[in-house]
């Protein structure tokens, strides 16, 4: 209540800043550069001036001297901008399309305090990954030990991180990962996803390599039905 006792209005917004969103949720540094990493949260920023704007990616753009907007950075580019504090970005996400710097302009300084958080893409954090019931990485140990069409599956700790990282990627809408991503999820060192499992001869049939993405894997749909419904 405001002092005439009359409720605020809430203005409907497009967008949050970084700073306001980290202090409703209360996640730290690290848990939030741990979600950013993990493709979990997308940042924005708001830029301005001459761009080339592109309606798709594999597409040509048309410059726009006096572009305006929120645009999203790329995985890479958030990170290096919240552990360098600011970095020069030379293109950002829009729509499905891309928005680059024009040919003979600098590229734009991304400054960590001008991140930004669509309401959207708030919205869908706190439905997943800040829900009480959802699935978090420390939330590995059903994946040490389980049962799946008649077979008993038995792993070890770090092979278990990485098929939990699988299985919230897959309820949360992005089911195939690239190997490097599963592997530094689960915190292992080996350079491919055959040499984390080579103890394990089953792994195969619930970790699947995805048609036509070389390099992309994702949990076997059966699997991520059954560690859903739970017992």
């Given at each position: 209540m405001?002092?005439?006792?009359?409720?605020?209005?809430?203005?409907?917004?497009?967008y949050f800043t970084l700073q306001?969103?980290?202090?409703?949720w209360g996640i730290s540094?690290?848990?939030?550069?741990?979600?950013?990493?993990m493709g979990q949260l997308t940042l924005s920023v708001r830029?301005?001036?001459?761009?080339?704007?592109?309606d798709r990616k594999d597409r040509p753009g048309w410059c726009n001297p006096d572009f305006e907007g929120v645009v999203d950075l790329e995985r890479r580019d958030a990170m290096r901008v919240l552990r360098k504090?600011?970095?020069?970005?030379?293109?950002?996400?829009?729509?499905?399309?891309?928005?680059?710097?024009?040919e003979g302009s600098t590229d734009w300084v991304v400054y960590r305090?001008?991140?930004?958080?669509?309401?959207?893409?708030r919205e869908h954090f706190e439905a997943t990954i800040m829900a009480a019931d959802a699935p978090h990485a420390n939330d590995y140990d059903r994946f040490l030990s389980f049962d799946l069409n008649g077979q008993h599956y038995l792993f070890t700790d770090m092979q278990a991180?990485?098929?939990?990282?699988?299985?919230?990627?897959?309820?949360?809408?992005?089911?195939?990962?690239?190997?490097?991503?599963?592997?530094?999820?689960?915190?292992?060192a080996s350079?491919?996803?055959?040499?984390l499992f080579s103890s394990r001869k089953g792994w195969r049939d619930i970790v699947h390599p995805v048609a036509k993405r070389r390099g992309y894997y994702m949990l076997e749909p059966a699997l991520v039905v059954t560690m859903r419904v739970g017992p």
């Open positions: 405001n002092k005439k006792g009359v409720p605020p209005v809430l203005i409907p917004r497009d306001e969103v980290l202090a409703d540094e690290s848990e939030l550069g741990y979600v950013v990493e830029v301005y001036g001459s761009f080339v704007v592109a504090q600011a970095c020069s970005v030379p293109s950002f996400a829009q729509n499905g399309g891309m928005v680059t710097t024009s305090d001008a991140l930004l958080v669509r309401a959207a893409e991180r990485a098929l939990n990282y699988l299985f919230i990627c897959a309820i949360t809408g992005d089911p195939e990962q690239r190997g490097a991503q599963i592997l530094a999820a689960a915190g292992s350079l491919k996803l055959s040499y």
